[in-house]
């Protein structure tokens, strides 16, 4: 996998290749415009190669908060994202580049986060699973929840109102092996807390702010594959990504969120399947996701 050093030193100057060129002088569309980085997209991405790299200048010119951060930093996480065959449009949910402040470098910088969509697609590529998903839980909604026997009884059309009370996960393996997890609301904001940086214990950060149905639901998720799930080779990176801690501040002064979970099972990578379900919003969970 790429890394912000080893980008840096393979970008030169067109007129003399033993001159290394500033990527920071250079700003993100001059640096994405050197040969040497197309060449390093080609090669993770092949012909997906440009239509990538136009939505990474398109989020960069969207968000002023990304603007703000070193350009390395952000093709760099781009870079994780490009390797794992991952959309960085944030709208999507498969994976995020989050900028932070860099409080020992003195300068903002961007991190690769994966999205909850990001952990079901990398997780169905393994071949293992049968149908894996998660959803929110309305008020109104919630039958019964046994945790002993993980008997989950949802009345889908008895939401009273569009307030979230919990969040269930669910998967089955081939093999038939089957989990069911439920966490409530105050779970989630307990986690949350547990694992926040910041001096303010309760204050949302990053993503969490912007879109905290999407970070309560790539906790479950997380939490549930990383305990009982088949994690491929690819999606172990990919998790390793997702849970370095940056030695960085938040742009707003608010550190980001890390959590440990126990190693999970490693197996060989499956071969890729297609498109995933880009919905809004998540269907029930004993629906299984569908790939064209």
């Not at 969207?62 to 449009?89: F, K, R």
């Not at 003195?106 to 997780?123: M, P, R, T, W």
Request: glycine share 6%.
């Amino acid at each position: 996998m790429a890394t912000n050093a080893a980008l840096k030193n393979q970008l030169v100057n067109k007129q003399d290749a033993t001159t290394q060129v500033s990527a920071q002088s250079l700003g993100l569309k001059n640096l994405l415009g050197a040969p040497t980085m197309k060449k390093k997209f080609e090669e993770v991405l092949d012909k997906k190669a440009p239509q990538f790299m136009t939505s990474l200048l398109n989020l960069y010119n969207g968000d002023p908060n990304i603007q703000a951060a070193e350009p390395m930093s952000i093709v760099s996480s781009a870079m994780v994202a490009a390797t794992l065959d991952l959309p960085i449009d944030k709208n999507l949910g498969y994976a995020w580049i989050v900028p932070f402040y860099d409080s020992k470098k003195g300068h903002k910088a961007a991190q690769f986060q994966l999205g909850y969509k990001g952990y079901i697609q990398l997780a169905l590529r393994t071949g293992q699973y049968k149908k894996i998903n998660v959803s929110p839980v309305f008020e109104g909604e919630l039958v019964k929840w046994n945790r002993i026997t993980e008997e989950l009884d949802l009345a889908l059309d008895a939401a009273a109102s569009d307030k979230i009370i919990g969040y269930c996960g669910y998967f089955r393996l081939t093999n038939g092996f089957e989990k069911t997890v439920y966490w409530t609301r105050d779970e989630i904001e307990a986690h949350r807390i547990k694992f926040n940086k910041a001096k303010d214990k309760t204050s949302l950060n990053n993503v969490w702010r912007s879109d905290y149905d999407a970070m309560a639901m790539k906790t479950v998720l997380r939490n549930m594959l990383g305990k009982w799930g088949i994690l491929s080779i690819e999606m172990q990176t990919a998790v390793t990504e997702d849970e370095k801690e940056p030695e960085m501040k938040d742009i707003t002064d608010e550190a980001s969120e890390v959590e440990d979970f126990p190693e999970p099972e490693i197996i060989d990578a499956a071969p890729k399947t297609g498109k995933t379900d880009s919905k809004e919003k998540p269907s029930v969970i004993d629906q299984e996701i569908q790939f064209d």
